[in-house]
């Protein structure tokens, strides 16, 4: 079974940092990303990584400020999370996807974690 296991969420001012991590086991695929889900909102893509090339997909509403990589070695994808805003918070999901094409569209996706919430105020 796959397996996704988010961390690194937490309550933080405006114009501060976080980390995310969502460690993958049982996955074999070769696109993962990361997600959002405000209050009273529809899901969107943030960020999404190709495996293990890397190349990356970034949403114009956090260009610029957040960063998708990867540690192969570890199975594990990173969201650097820099100079957020009120309007950045939401419950942060990890996805992973069966298919090759790293699209930020979050119906593609087949894998899911529980979800890590930040807070931003």
């Known amino acids: 079974d796959v397996q996704l296991v988010e961390s690194g969420g937490g309550s933080v001012q405006a114009g501060g940092s976080l980390r995310l991590s969502c460690v993958a086991s049982g996955y074999s695929g070769s696109c993962m990303g990361w997600f959002r889900q405000a209050p009273g909102r529809e899901r969107e893509g943030v960020a999404t990584?190709?495996?293990?090339?890397?190349?990356?997909v970034i949403a114009d509403s956090v260009s610029g400020r957040f960063t998708i990589s990867q540690d192969i070695g570890k199975k594990t994808i990173y969201l650097q999370m820099n100079d957020l805003k009120p309007e950045d918070t939401a419950m942060y999901y990890c996805?992973?996807?069966?298919?090759?094409?790293?699209?930020?569209?979050?119906?593609?996706?087949?894998?899911w974690g529980q979800g890590t919430q930040v807070t931003v105020s």
């Open positions: 990584m190709s495996l293990p090339y890397g190349t990356t």
């Open positions: 996805a992973g996807r069966s298919g090759s094409m790293c699209l930020l569209d979050p119906s593609r996706y087949d894998y």
